[in-house]
């Protein structure tokens, strides 16, 4: 199975890219959400490990990003709680997939998290700064604070850039992003 794994930017358009691949598609974002919604042994993790920030199940984003915005060093608690269950998430989603010719791995922080692996297919989602920032403040629930936050565990763009295969320039146009996942797609498979 070839796993093709998207990296870029905060809203660099992975998650639209993604979509056009027509692959069975890991979303790590959809992950977490999944797990605040559902588990409560990571709510428990969370409770145990910021009491005064969480108060009720499922966890609710108002409480996420009190809690981020208090402390920086409470970014790292809640990753160290949730990172290890989207982990397990996405070996799951590999299992049930080992049959399909190839999967792809939509995953903001695939590189930081050192999920790489010899024969991955890294794509660069790249989209200029100032139109990534202008389709993240139309998000619900967006902060400036908070985005900077997570904009901090990052990899610098040039970083990703060097350590990706190919290069997909995001537009926000289906047309010319399908045509480049077409010519990748001839490609690799």
Same mark, same amino acid.
């Given at each position: 199975? $070839?796993?093709?794994? %998207? ?6 358009? *992975?998650? @639209? $890219?993604?979509?056009? &691949? ?11 959400? *999944? $797990? ?14 910021? #009491?005064?920030? &969480? ?8 409480? %996420?990003?009190?809690? +981020? %915005? ?6 790292? =608690?809640?990753?160290?709680? $949730?990172?290890?269950?989207? =982990?397990?998430?996405?070996?799951? &989603? !590999? ?9 792809? !791995?939509?995953?903001? !922080?695939?590189?930081? /998290?050192?999920? =790489?692996?010899?024969?991955? +297919?890294?794509?660069? +989602? ?19 604070? +908070?985005?900077? *936050? ?5 990899? #610098? ?12 320039? /995001?537009? @926000? ?15 690799? %498979?």
């Amino acid at each position: 199975m $070839i796993r093709i794994a %998207l990296v870029g930017s905060i809203g660099s358009g *992975k998650t @639209f $890219i993604s979509k056009l &691949f027509r692959l069975p598609t890991f979303n790590a974002d959809e992950s977490v959400a *999944k $797990i605040y919604q559902k588990n409560k042994k990571i709510y428990s993790n969370l409770k145990k490990k910021l #009491p005064n920030c &969480f108060s009720i199940f499922p966890v609710q984003k108002k409480e %996420l990003i009190k809690a +981020i %915005l208090k402390n920086k060093s409470n970014i790292k =608690k809640i990753s160290s709680i $949730i990172h290890p269950a989207v =982990k397990k998430d996405l070996k799951n &989603f !590999l299992k049930k997939n080992k049959g399909k010719k190839a999967v792809v !791995l939509d995953i903001p !922080l695939y590189l930081e /998290n050192k999920l =790489k692996q010899k024969k991955d +297919i890294i794509i660069f +989602i790249y989209s200029p700064n100032k139109e990534a920032l202008k389709r993240i403040k139309k998000r619900k629930n967006f902060n400036k604070k +908070i985005f900077q *936050k997570l904009k901090g565990l990052q990899l #610098p763009q040039s970083v990703k850039k060097r350590n990706s295969h190919y290069i997909i320039k /995001n537009n @926000f146009k289906k047309n010319s992003a399908r045509k480049s996942v077409k010519n990748i797609l001839k490609e690799i %498979l």
